[in-house]
Nanobody
Framework: LAELVESGGGPVQAGGSLRLSCDVSRVSLRRDLVAWFHQPPGKEREGVAVIYTPRGSTYYADSVKDRFNISQNNAKVTVYLQMSSLKPEDTGMYYC????????????????????WGQGTQVTVSP
């Protein structure tokens, strides 16, 4: 069984909204950081949002600031990515990832920070 499981992707028209979910309940190790990454077709994976789960602090990439919101449920076993005002360039695979933490800011949006990854969920934004 995968330790991180994403869901909620699908097709959406530009300007629309989607909410992605990441189930982290099966992660047995410390997971103070949970982040969402976006991988456009043919491009590298890039971090878009991260949450420090003990306090709920959040940090975003400039490209999604004011459009995306990362949050967690009260039990801290599900991390959400609410995406609004979607654009065609938001198309791609979205992955959640977990790390024990110890970094923040742009470093917390780096793929190198994370050792646990989900399988991803596809988001397709049509013009």
């Amino acid at each position: 069984l995968a330790e991180l499981v994403e869901s909620g992707g699908g097709p959406v028209q530009a300007g629309g909204s989607l909410r992605l979910s990441c189930d982290v309940s099966r992660v047995s190790l410390r997971r103070d950081l949970v982040a969402w990454f976006h991988q456009p077709p043919g491009k590298e994976r890039e971090g878009v949002a991260v949450i420090y789960t003990p306090r709920g602090s959040t940090y975003y990439a400039d490209s999604v600031k004011d459009r995306f919101n990362i949050s967690q449920n009260n039990a801290k076993v599900t991390v959400y990515l609410q995406m609004s005002s979607l654009k065609p360039e938001d198309t791609g695979m979205y992955y959640c990832a977990a790390s024990k933490g110890g970094v923040w800011g742009d470093v917390a949006l780096s793929t190198n920070t994370y050792h646990l990854w989900g399988q991803g969920t596809q988001v397709t934004v049509s013009p």
